[in-house]
C-alpha cells in the first residue's frame, strides 16, 4: 500500500468511523459456524431445560393440543436425540436437494460460463453506475458458488480502475456484495431450492401436507437483490467514497503507462455466450412445451401447473438446465473437450459443498479460473502485486 496522505480530511464523522470499526471487530469475534452450531446447540438445550423444569406448555398450531416443553436434557430426551440422529441427516430434505441440483451447476461452472458472462456484463460498465453494476454482480453470484470470491474481486478491482476509481474500493464492493446480497438472487438457483426444502421440513410439523417451492421465494428475493444493490450503492457513495483518498494502492497496481485493461471475453467466448443463452431459451421453451397438454407427466393429475411436478420436483429440471448450459458453453469454448470432464466437474463440484469458501484443495475451478487470467495483468488483481495466495 502507498503511504496514506494523513493531511487529508476525513468527511466521515468519528463516531460514526468507530461505530463501523466496532461492528467489524464484533463480526471478526465471532466463532467458526462449527463452533457456533455447538453453541447454539448448547443453548438450546438449556433453555428446553429451563423451560420444562418452569412446567411451560405450548398450543400446537393447526390441532390446538396442549403440549409441555419436553427436555433433551433427561433419560428419555437423551435417548430420542440419539434415536434421531442418523434419520435426521439422511432423510435431510436440503441435503438431497442440494446435491442434485449443484451436479449441473458444477458443470456449467467448471466449463466457465458463469465467469465469462461475469467478466461481460463488467466489461464496459459506465463511470456512474460502476457501483451498483458490481454490487448486482455481487447479487448475482450464488451462481458462482465459492468461485465468485476469486473472480468478482478481481473483476471489481479493474472495472473500478477502468473509469478511473480506487481499485481496492472496487475489491470492497464486490466482497461486500458477494457476502450481503449473494443469496438474493433474482433467478432460481440452488440455495432457493435448497431453502424452499428446509421451509418444507418445517411447515410439515405443522401441517404433514405443506409444500415450499423454490419459485415461491422468488418475489421477495427478485426485489431484495435490487433493494441490497442500491443500499451497497448509497453507502459506498455517500460513505466510504469519502474515504476513497485512503485507498491509494502502490504504483505497480496502475499498470504501465496508457495501458488499458479490459476484462472482456474474447470473440470465441462471446459466440458461445450467446449460442448457450439460445440452448437455454431452447430447454425452457420445450419444458414451456411438453407442460401445455392437459395430461402431461409435468402437471398434476387434475391438470394444476403450479402444484404440479413440474414445480415439486423443480431441482431435477435446474439440474437438467445447468448441465446443458455447461455441456453447450463447454464443447463450444473446448473446456469441455472430452465425456470424461463431465462426471469430473460434477466430483469436483460435490466435493467443493463439503469445503470452506475458498479451500478447495487444488480443487479444478479454482486453478483454471487463476490462470486464465492473463498473467501480464496479475498486478491488477491485487494492492501489492500478486493474487491473494489461497487461504
Do not use: C
Not at 27 to 41: D, E, Q, S, Y
Not at 129 to 151: E, R
Not at 238 to 250: A, I, K
Amino acid at each position: 500500500m502507498a503511504a496514506v496522505d494523513t493531511t487529508a480530511v476525513d468527511p466521515v464523522p468519528p463516531r460514526f468511523s468507530r461505530f463501523l470499526g466496532a461492528i467489524e471487530r464484533t463480526g471478526n469475534r465471532l466463532p467458526h459456524p462449527f463452533w457456533l452450531f455447538w453453541i447454539l446447540l448448547a443453548v438450546t438445550a438449556l433453555a428446553s431445560w429451563a423451560m420444562a423444569a418452569g412446567g411451560l406448555r405450548v398450543t400446537e398450531p393447526g390441532t390446538g393440543k396442549s403440549l409441555a416443553v419436553r427436555t433433551v436434557l433427561s433419560a428419555g430426551g437423551a435417548r430420542e436425540f440419539l434415536s434421531m440422529i442418523e434419520e435426521n441427516f439422511v432423510t435431510f430434505g436440503p441435503l438431497g436437494t442440494v446435491t442434485l441440483i449443484m451436479l449441473g451447476v458444477a458443470v456449467a461452472e467448471r466449463a466457465g460460463f458463469f465467469e465469462t458472462l461475469a467478466r461481460r456484463a463488467l466489461a464496459r460498465v459506465p463511470a456512474t453506475y460502476v457501483v451498483l453494476a458490481v454490487a448486482l454482480a455481487g447479487a448475482l453470484s450464488k451462481f458462482l458458488s465459492d468461485s465468485a470470491y476469486i473472480i468478482l474481486i478481481p473483476l471489481g478491482a479493474i472495472a473500478f480502475q477502468t473509469v478511473g476509481r480506487s481499485p481496492l474500493l472496487g475489491m470492497i464492493v464486490a466482497f461486500v456484495s458477494i457476502n450481503a446480497a449473494g443469496d438474493a438472487n433474482p433467478l432460481i438457483a440452488p440455495g432457493d431450492a435448497a431453502f424452499a426444502a428446509m421451509a418444507t421440513e418445517a411447515a410439515r410439523t405443522v401441517s404433514p401436507d405443506a409444500v415450499v417451492r423454490p419459485t415461491d421465494n422468488m418475489y421477495f428475493t427478485t426485489v431484495s437483490a435490487v433493494v441490497l444493490a442500491l443500499v451497497i450503492t448509497f453507502v459506498v457513495e455517500r460513505v466510504l467514497s469519502r474515504r476513497e483518498h485512503t485507498l491509494e494502492p502502490d504504483d505497480t497496481t496502475t499498470g504501465a503507462a496508457g495501458e488499458a485493461v479490459r476484462p472482456a471475453p474474447g470473440p470465441r467466448e462471446i459466440r458461445a455466450l450467446k449460442l448457450t443463452g439460445w440452448a437455454a431459451l431452447g430447454y425452457w421453451a420445450l419444458i414451456a412445451l411438453a407442460t401445455l397438454p392437459r395430461h402431461s407427466p409435468l402437471r398434476a393429475a387434475d391438470g394444476a401447473v403450479i402444484a404440479s411436478p413440474l414445480f415439486d420436483h423443480i431441482a431435477v429440471f435446474l439440474a437438467l438446465f445447468f448441465l446443458v448450459i455447461g455441456l453447450v458453453y463447454g464443447r463450444l469454448t473446448g473446456s469441455v473437450s472430452a465425456g470424461q470432464d463431465v462426471p469430473a466437474f460434477m466430483a469436483d463440484g460435490l466435493r467443493s459443498i463439503a469445503h470452506q469458501p475458498g479451500d478447495h484443495d487444488g480443487a479444478l475451478p479454482d486453478r483454471r479460473l487463476l490462470h486464465e487470467f492473463d498473467h501480464s495483468h496479475e498486478h491488477h488483481l491485487h494492492p501489492h502485486g500478486r493474487l491473494p495466495p489461497d487461504p
